[in-house]
C-alpha cells in the first residue's frame, strides 16, 4: 500500500509539468514525440459468500502511469518508425512478486517498423495482434478491467518477433502476419523454449471505411455507419508449460503447455452517431504431449485434448454534449470443456465522464460475477472502481 501511494503523490505532483511540456521533438527528417497516461482508482470488493477475500481490492490502485516514446526517420525508400514504452506502476510489483507477475513487465512496448510501399516490417517486442481486447490500450475503453479471456492469463499478449503487415483498399483491408518467440512476456527474462520452434500468429480485418482494430467507442461521432469484422490464429508447437497448478483440477490458466496449442477466434464492431457494439469470440485446441497430457489427468476423461475460450459483448453510447460514455458489457469463459457447469460469466457497467480540455477522464465502474452453474457460487467478488486517466 505504501508504494502504490508513493508512486501516486509522485505522478500527481508531475501532472502540472506534463501539462505545459512540449512533447514533439524534430530535426531534420527525424521527428520524436513523448507522451503517456496514467491511470489510477479506488477498488471495493464485497465479499460473496464461498469467495475467500483476497484483500487486494479494497484499496487505492496506481494502475498505470506510462511513459511512451516514439519517433520516425523518413528516407527515398521508406521510414523506420519506433516505440518505447514504459509503465513504472508495476516495477514495484515485479520486484516483490517476480516471474509470477511477468505477464505485468514495466517493458510494454520496444520495437521498429520498417513502413514501405510494399510491405510493412515490424521486428521487436510487442503486442501479438490476437484478440481486440488484447490489442486495444486502457484508453479506448470506458472500462477498468479488460474481459477474463484477453486479460492475458490465458494467452501471451506480447512478445518477441517480427510481423509482417499489409493493407489494401484504402486501409479498409489489413493482412498481419508474423512469428514470435512463443514464450510472450517471459522472453524478456531471456527464456527461449527448448525445441527452439516459433510460435506463428496472423490476423485478416476487413471493413467499409478506415477502422482501427483498438476503437471501443464512437469518440468520432461518425455520421454514416461503419464496421469491421476480422479473424485471427496463433499456433504453438511448445515444449514448456504455464499456467497454474499441476494438474487439470487446479490448473486456472493454460498459457502454453507442452504440445500444441491452437488459439482462434473471430470479432466484429460497428460504429454510428455515437453508438458502438463490439463482440469477439476467443477459443483454443490444446493438445499436450502424452506425458503431459497424463500430468495433467487428461486420460481419465477419455481423451488427449481440451479447449477453452469465450466471448464478450459490449454496447456503449457517447454523447459529446453531455461528455459522457455509457456501457455495458457481458462476458463469459469456460477453462476448460471436459466438465459441464465451469462456466464463468461477468456483467459489467461503466460511466465515463470526459473533461477533454486537460485530457482528464473520470471514470467508474461495476462488475457483477455470476455463480458458477456446477457450483452455485460466484466465481469471484463483484467489485466496484472508480478513478481517473490522465493523458498527457
Known sequence: MKRISTLLIFFVLLLPAFSFAQHTFTSGNTSMEIGGYIVAFYAYEPNAAGITPTGKHNLFDLDDARMKFTGMTKGNHGAFKWEIEVNFATIPEIAIDGISKIKDAPLTECHVTYVNPIVNIEMGYFKIPFSPNSIADKLGSAFLDRPQMSNGDYFNRRDAGVLLIKDFWHQRITITAGAVSGMGEQILLGKGATNGQPSFVGRVQLSNAYYRNDEEVDYRDVQKPIFRIAGDVMYDKNT???GEG??????????????LKVSYGIDAAMMWRGFSANFELENAYIKPNQAAA???MLPQYNTQYFLDGGYSASVNY??????????????????WDLSA??????LAFAYNFIYRPYNLTFKIHYGYYFKQPD???????DHFRAGIQYVF
Not at 487439470?248 to 502454453?256: A, F, R
Not at 459529446?320 to 469456460?334: D, G, H, I, K, W
Open 375 to 381: 457450483t452455485g457460487i460466484k466465481w469471484d467478488n
Open 246 to 259: 499441476d494438474n487439470l483440477v487446479n490448473i486456472s490458466n493454460v498459457k502454453t503447455v507442452d504440445g
Open 294 to 296: 497424463a500430468t495433467l
Open 318 to 335: 457517447y454523447n459529446r454534449t453531455l461528455m459522457s460514455v455509457f456501457s455495458v458489457r457481458y462476458s463469459s469463459f469456460r477453462e
Open 341 to 346: 457447469g465451469n462456466e464463468q460469466a461477468t
Open 240 to 242: 514448456v508449460f504455464s
